[in-house]
């Protein structure tokens, strides 16, 4: 099984830019698509964005479109999100997570995930 912890969280003003990093151990993270979800205090878990194997495909949710981007390093076994224009609704629980099978479109399509790092954006 690939463990997945994740780094680069904190607290930024609203119009700032965070970079989270995924670093995947135990399997060899090309064998999976990857991607992130986060969770909103009091809200359900959301798909964030998600990217192929080979990193020739990315997805993403509406409301962060334009604004992050995810990507990868198969040879260094690291994913990343590029947080730009960063907005108080993107406060949450940022989480890396996996998928062996299918490319990822909501969070249920994700087998496993890492522990998580707290973003914050004040207004």
């Known amino acids: 099984q690939v463990q997945l912890v994740e780094s680069g969280g904190g607290f930024v003003q609203a119009g700032g830019s965070l970079r989270l990093s995924c670093a995947a151990s135990g399997r060899a993270l090309r064998n999976y698509s990857m991607g992130w979800i986060r969770q909103a205090p009091g809200k359900e878990r959301e798909f964030v964005a998600a990217i192929s194997r080979s990193g020739g495909s990315t997805r993403y949710a509406d409301s962060v479109k334009g604004r992050f981007t995810n990507s990868r390093d198969n040879a260094k076994n690291m994913g990343y999100l590029q947080m730009n224009s960063l907005k108080p609704e993107d406060t949450a629980v940022y989480y890396c997570?996996?998928?062996?099978?299918?490319?990822?479109?909501?969070?249920?399509?994700?087998?496993?995930w890492g522990q998580g790092t707290q973003v914050t954006v004040s207004s």
């Open positions: 997570a996996v998928s062996r099978g299918i490319f990822p479109t909501s969070h249920d399509d994700f087998e496993s």
